[in-house]
């Protein structure tokens, strides 16, 4: 994951240090939008919250407790962030339909030219395609690599219904593979 101590930059933000801040913001910055680009499936939704992500962890360094887990902390953030923009835009209801479209569409994004393959754009897709607390549980476990308890955390549940969110997202994400690379019909339970 990260390689320099995590304690030491915890330390660094608490002082107010603006070389630390600079050296969090890049060692985090691609996975805290990567993050955000699968959770949201936009890439324009991820820049303006990715933004925000930063000047929320510049406002609020100095609260930053000693002994906390600064991935987790970055996380939460950008997780908190992400929901609140649901909520506000009220997209969280349209969130299937608007995500069923996007996916059918053949897009020319750079984000879409980086998928090198065919089972990778499925996934992606598929990610898409099932409901959100599936997708975050899936890729803060999956693919960010934290921990359930830290993944648990970030999402403010406890471990076991971390767990059952994890499994169930691999079902759903396997059910949708499966459909999308079948025959086209996408099940859209868990949205």
Not at 127 to 152: H, N, P, Q
């Amino acid at each position: 994951m990260i390689d320099k101590n995590q304690s030491e930059l915890v330390a660094g933000l608490r002082q107010g240090n603006a070389a630390v801040l600079r050296e969090i913001y890049e060692l985090f910055r691609p996975r805290i939008f990567g993050y955000l680009v699968r959770l949201s499936g936009s890439r324009d939704i991820a820049e303006e919250l990715s933004s925000e992500v930063w000047c929320r962890v510049a406002s609020k360094s100095k609260d930053i407790r000693e002994d906390s887990n600064l991935s987790a902390w970055l996380y939460t953030i950008a997780r908190n962030l992400f929901f609140s923009y649901c909520r506000w835009r009220d997209i969280h209801e349209q969130h299937a339909e608007t995500l069923a479209r996007y996916s059918e569409s053949q897009s020319t994004n750079p984000f879409d030219k980086a998928v090198k393959n065919q089972q990778e754009q499925l996934l992606e897709e598929g990610l898409k395609l099932i409901g959100t607390k599936y997708r975050e549980a899936l890729i803060l476990v999956e693919i960010e690599g934290f921990s359930y308890t830290d993944a648990a955390k970030i999402c403010d549940v406890r471990e076991p219904a971390m767990r059952k969110r994890v499994s169930r997202a691999k079902k759903l994400l396997k059910q949708v593979i499966s459909e999308l690379s079948g025959t086209g019909k996408t099940n859209k339970e868990g949205s």
